[in-house]
């Protein structure tokens, strides 16, 4: 599996833990959207694309089934992130 594409949307809201939204293209052949970067206590993470269920809790809607493929996945996008921070105007 390769990750063929990675778009960064910033979030502009300083005061806000949602710093961006990312989407991933697959093997040139799927699209996972809505994926977002998180600033956490110590550092930034990911958080798959989720729904609200009935009860209230979130789901995710698509997530990685193994720790591998999850790793590749964090680095891809945080890399394109620190681009994008690096570019920005």
Do not use: C, W
Not at 15 to 40: E, P, R, Y
Not at 66 to 74: G, L, P, V
């Amino acid at each position: 599996m390769k990750i063929s594409d990675v778009r960064i949307r910033l979030v502009n809201k300083e005061d806000n833990k949602l710093k961006a939204l990312a989407s991933i293209t697959i093997d040139d052949g799927f699209a996972v959207h809505d994926i977002k970067i998180i600033q956490g206590n110590e550092e930034v993470f990911i958080v798959m694309p989720s729904r609200k269920t009935a009860d209230g809790q979130f789901k995710d809607v698509a997530h990685p089934i193994n720790t591998e493929t999850r790793e590749m996945i964090k680095d891809a996008i945080l890399k394109a992130y620190y681009e994008e921070l690096e570019n920005k105007p």
